[in-house]
């Protein structure tokens, strides 16, 4: 008898606290139908303002001849209870309102009451910036756009809910659109009469330069130069000359005759060759809120002398 009696208490227990559950669950439902829809059950039971995307810092990571790539350094910050799991964040890019590319991050995910840390790179090819402007030489800064959001699919009570979350920003860049020249050059053989007869004198000015219009300044250089294939000569400056818009690096160096051989011997009397340069060096862009950039280079071309 008191077996059965305290299996009915059981069954009432049971059928009380499912009863709950079912008034909890259609007061949760009825909360989200009166705020109209628009939040999800958790922005509903918890924090109405959300997950937020922040921006703690922007740089240009990374600059060619043929792009740049741009480093947003992202966080997520999520103030629910529960973790938002895996999920990418899907975005719009435009340059001054016209859409340039779309962008897809690696996949997010954050703990519950809890700040994840995360990359947004775009790499931006200098022709299809150039593309937007009709006169690129114009251009001093341009603004980049970042529109889109993260669905996160959360469940809570068994029920799901998607939370998603928008990133809007706008940022200004210098517009940097870079070339390398070779300028001024000066091969000279030995001169028979002079102390230095047992050397290869070469001078030439390398110019950095921008097509765009923002100011920028050059904080040390690295170079390496062939001479139709041949390693000719490598060094580095800590400083640069201004004219105008243009950084130059002034090179004035002799090498041995008997280092330069025969290869250089006979380039001095065939009075030209082709040539590659290759080199980087730190950037600047006075006035803009940027830490130095990283300038690598990659030229070719023909030179006479």
């Known amino acids: 008898m008191k077996s059965a009696i305290r299996t009915d208490r ?19 439902l009825l909360m989200i139908f009166y705020m109209g ?22 740089s240009i990571e990374d600059i060619s001849l043929d792009g740049l790539v741009i480093k947003l350094d992202a966080e997520l910050d999520n103030p629910y209870p529960v973790g938002l799991p895996q999920s990418t964040l899907n975005l719009v890019v435009d340059v001054n309102q016209n859409e340039l590319t779309k962008i897809n991050t690696d996949p ?96 030439f000015d390398l110019k950095i330069k921008n097509e765009a219009a923002a100011e920028f300044l050059v904080k040390g250089l690295n170079y390496s130069m062939e001479l139709s294939g041949n390693s000719f000569l490598s060094g580095e400056s800590v ?36 040539y590659r340069i290759t080199g980087n060096s730190d950037l600047e862009f006075p006035g803009a809120e940027l830490a130095s950039s990283d300038f690598g280079f990659d030229k070719k071309g023909n030179l006479t002398w």
């Open 10 to 28: 059981s069954r009432a227990h049971f059928g009380r606290s499912r009863y709950r559950r079912l008034l909890q669950t259609a007061a949760m």
């Open 37 to 58: 829809g628009s939040c999800s059950l958790l922005q509903a039971l918890f924090d109405p303002s959300g997950p937020k995307f922040r921006i703690a810092g922007i």
């Open 108 to 203: 997010i995910t954050v703990r519950a009451n809890s700040t994840a840390h995360f990359p947004i790179r775009l790499d931006l090819q200098f022709s299809r910036l150039k593309a937007l402007f009709q006169n690129i030489s114009t251009v001093k800064d341009y603004t980049l756009g970042f529109n889109g959001a993260a669905d996160f699919d959360v469940k809570l009570a068994s029920i799901p809910s998607k939370v998603s979350v928008p990133l809007h920003l706008q940022q200004k860049v210098p517009a940097f659109v870079p070339d390398v020249e070779v300028a001024n050059f000066d091969f000279s053989g030995p001169d028979l009469l002079s102390a230095d007869a047992a050397s290869l004198a070469a001078a």
């Open 239 to 274: 400083e640069t000359r201004k004219e105008g818009d243009v950084s130059v690096v002034r090179v004035d160096s002799k090498l041995p005759l008997l280092g330069a051989g025969r290869a250089f011997l006979s380039l001095f009397r065939a009075g030209g060759s082709s």
